[in-house]
């Protein structure tokens, strides 16, 4: 069977771009790849493209993925547009994973780009977002912020979480986005700040929330056999898992766990033949601080409820045994939506290469990293698990 | 190298649906194709799932491929929408097809589904649509029927095509789709009242466009080596080729040609092993009758200039030598948008089988299907060559 294996990858700075349109951030991303490919790359090599994007433009750019591809200068390519809301890139990774394993491609690109800040405010905020369940959740008058509170006051009661753990998670990511040069909220908080924050939906402050955010991300594939004829650091994709799960959170089985973040990452774990225990680092999806804490639970890094604990001791800081959100997250780094998925493979990518640009924050030792992103409120949702080592 | 069969297709009637939204005709297409497996299908088996669709019920419903699947009954398998205008569900088929091939999928359901008429006016006619370029041709005021007219009026210009030739295509499809008790516009029609019909965009009358359309389609999709388990009469997948092109038509190098289409169907016909005058049967994308004739040429059934031909000597009757669009086509079957593509493997399909319900458009001793499905003006383009025979 044919590996697969990560020569490249760009990502713009997240953040709020007035000065660029989908297609400048696309272009800024690609041509970082490109030019991130240790030993140069022709991008004509590339053969198709998977191109994620959940609002283009606001509904005003079609055929997306062939015009993306012809404004790098690289027409004619098989390009697609794969989306899943909130989960659309690691999805389009997926599927350009498994398109090269298929034996049919040696090179494929996968990108995210989301413009937010050109939405109708009453969009872009995702306040009333249509990626969860419309009929029965947002026609119905609740919205992200809703649901995830939702969501957050049942793990309290039924386990003990406290909001002070919410607010681990935001000083954690905070902590870390202040480090990044490319994040979105580049300033660190105190607990105090956090749990003083605004109520947007009880237990949730402004800080449980991730901002509003314009980025592209990318990322070149290549057959592992042919990777080290363009670098000496490929990063290999050991494993692969997707899953769905009801839209609804009044349709789930328990509305304090992930299924399908369970699901995805069991598949991702078994086809890299590993254990929560073996991952060195991970990008989880935390839109609101309670999906970290309820991801770490559907990953296996810690039982059922008890997620919690990996913020009091520290296990999931920079300095942990097992840092989480080394790049600031969803919550400080932003969040671009279609291009949220392949920007945490950019930020593992490089945490294997040992190649952070600003030291302070990079991981040491760390062999296998493991990426979770979600769709909605967990309607979909992918797990990647990469390694600097050949399987 | 792993082997793809289609083992069942569903299709709901093509036309106007008032009284079911986008979950119903889902379900309707979807249980018709589980219902199609010969000897019987558990859909729990489905592993992943392809859903194509463009406009999302007017961008109302998020994360729409997993919506579609908790609903008829099969929650938390892997799914995902693939989105290329016009052309979506074919890019699907091809994504669900690598999947298999890479060994690590047995079962994948690839589905479109369009609710053509829930949209705005202005949107659902597509008069305004989206999928070409919109800063260089819509925002300029150009619409597809106007750009399919300058492409109609250069190829007459080059190449001597007639408007008698587009209005052959009409006559040719609305007698198939009045032999086709899923077909939209089910009545024939003669050259004449093609001819006379109201003038869109000159030299298009209202019979050289398609309709507005909603519909479902399905298609499952299994391990070659499995296929007889669930069928004796599987349909085997010898190619898939798909490509891009500018989006807008002044940037390509000549109107008269579909150069996405031209590649994709290289690419098809070289994994598939055959040559243009091997195909007994195809589905081409006729959204406007030259759309067809230009197609001849670009699947190499015609000299470039010369699509015109097969008209005249009724190569492509459902009598002559190559029938295409049995089924009616986009033209006179109708185009629901991201339905349209696994809407015609669903009439290859049967084809291929001998199973056509309305035994006058039976095509009799076809070995050699093709299926040729664009997006937008030709922006994207995929082909798939379909077999009763295993490679």
Redesign the interface.
Same mark, same amino acid.
């Given at each position: 069977?044919?590996d697969v294996a990560i020569i490249g990858v760009g990502q713009t700075p997240f953040g709020t771009h007035p000065d660029k349109g989908l297609k400048e951030l696309f272009f800024d991303a690609f041509y970082e790849a490109v030019d991130d490919v240790q030993k140069g790359f022709d991008p004509k090599l590339i053969q198709?493209a998977y191109i994620a994007t959940?609002e283009?433009g606001g509904?005003?750019?079609?055929?997306m993925?062939?015009?993306m591809?012809?404004n790098v200068g690289i027409?004619?390519?098989?390009?697609?547009?794969?989306?899943?809301?909130c989960g659309s890139s690691s999805?389009a990774f997926?599927?350009a994973y498994?398109?090269i394993? +298929? =034996?049919?491609?040696n090179f494929v690109l996968v990108a995210g780009v989301e413009k937010m800040n050109d939405l109708p405010r009453e969009r872009n905020r995702l306040w009333l977002?249509? +990626? =969860?369940?419309?009929e029965w959740e947002r026609l119905a008058g609740t919205n992200f912020p809703g649901i995830f509170a939702l969501m957050a006051n049942r793990h309290m009661y039924e386990h003990g979480t406290k909001r002070e753990h919410l607010a681990m998670v935001a000083v954690k990511n905070h902590y870390n986005a202040a480090r990044n040069e490319k994040a979105q909220l580049r300033f660190e908080i105190t607990i105090e700040k956090a749990l003083n924050a605004p109520m947007i939906a009880y237990p949730l402050t402004l800080f449980d929330c991730c901002p509003t955010t314009d980025a592209a991300t990318t990322v070149i594939l290549c057959r592992s056999d042919l990777a080290k004829n363009f670098t000496d650091i490929p990063i290999y994709v050991w494993g692969s898992?997707?899953?769905?799960?009801?839209?609804a959170i009044h349709?789930r089985e328990d509305i304090t766990r992930l299924?399908?973040v369970e699901?995805?990452s069991k598949k991702a774990y078994e086809e890299a033949g590993v254990k929560p225990s073996d991952i060195d680092l991970a990008e989880l999806h935390d839109c609101f601080t309670i999906a970290e804490i309820i991801e770490y639970e559907a990953c296996g890094f810690a039982p059922d409820g008890k997620g919690w604990k990996l913020l009091e001791d520290g296990t999931t800081t920079i300095k942990g045994k097992l840092p989480v959100n080394t790049s600031g997250g969803l919550k400080a780094k932003g969040h671009p939506i279609g291009a949220t998925g392949t920007g945490q493979i950019y930020e593992i990518v490089h945490q294997l290469r040992g190649d952070i640009k600003e030291k302070e924050r990079q991981v040491r030792d760390a062999h296998i990293g493991l990426t979770v992103n979600m769709?909605?409120s967990g309607?979909?949702a992918?797990a990647h698990i990469l390694s600097n080592e050949r399987r």
């Amino acid at each position: 069977m044919v590996d697969v294996a990560i020569i490249g990858v760009g990502q713009t700075p997240f953040g709020t771009h007035p000065d660029k349109g989908l297609k400048e951030l696309f272009f800024d991303a690609f041509y970082e790849a490109v030019d991130d490919v240790q030993k140069g790359f022709d991008p004509k090599l590339i053969q198709e493209a998977y191109i994620a994007t959940l609002e283009t433009g606001g509904g005003q750019l079609g055929n997306m993925a062939a015009l993306m591809m012809e404004n790098v200068g690289i027409p004619y390519v098989a390009a697609r547009r794969v989306e899943n809301a909130c989960g659309s890139s690691s999805f389009a990774f997926r599927d350009a994973y498994l398109a090269i394993k +298929s =034996g049919t491609l040696n090179f494929v690109l996968v990108a995210g780009v989301e413009k937010m800040n050109d939405l109708p405010r009453e969009r872009n905020r995702l306040w009333l977002g249509v +990626s =969860g369940d419309n009929e029965w959740e947002r026609l119905a008058g609740t919205n992200f912020p809703g649901i995830f509170a939702l969501m957050a006051n049942r793990h309290m009661y039924e386990h003990g979480t406290k909001r002070e753990h919410l607010a681990m998670v935001a000083v954690k990511n905070h902590y870390n986005a202040a480090r990044n040069e490319k994040a979105q909220l580049r300033f660190e908080i105190t607990i105090e700040k956090a749990l003083n924050a605004p109520m947007i939906a009880y237990p949730l402050t402004l800080f449980d929330c991730c901002p509003t955010t314009d980025a592209a991300t990318t990322v070149i594939l290549c057959r592992s056999d042919l990777a080290k004829n363009f670098t000496d650091i490929p990063i290999y994709v050991w494993g692969s898992g997707a899953a769905t799960d009801f839209l609804a959170i009044h349709d789930r089985e328990d509305i304090t766990r992930l299924k399908a973040v369970e699901l995805a990452s069991k598949k991702a774990y078994e086809e890299a033949g590993v254990k929560p225990s073996d991952i060195d680092l991970a990008e989880l999806h935390d839109c609101f601080t309670i999906a970290e804490i309820i991801e770490y639970e559907a990953c296996g890094f810690a039982p059922d409820g008890k997620g919690w604990k990996l913020l009091e001791d520290g296990t999931t800081t920079i300095k942990g045994k097992l840092p989480v959100n080394t790049s600031g997250g969803l919550k400080a780094k932003g969040h671009p939506i279609g291009a949220t998925g392949t920007g945490q493979i950019y930020e593992i990518v490089h945490q294997l290469r040992g190649d952070i640009k600003e030291k302070e924050r990079q991981v040491r030792d760390a062999h296998i990293g493991l990426t979770v992103n979600m769709g909605g409120s967990g309607g979909t949702a992918a797990a990647h698990i990469l390694s600097n080592e050949r399987r």
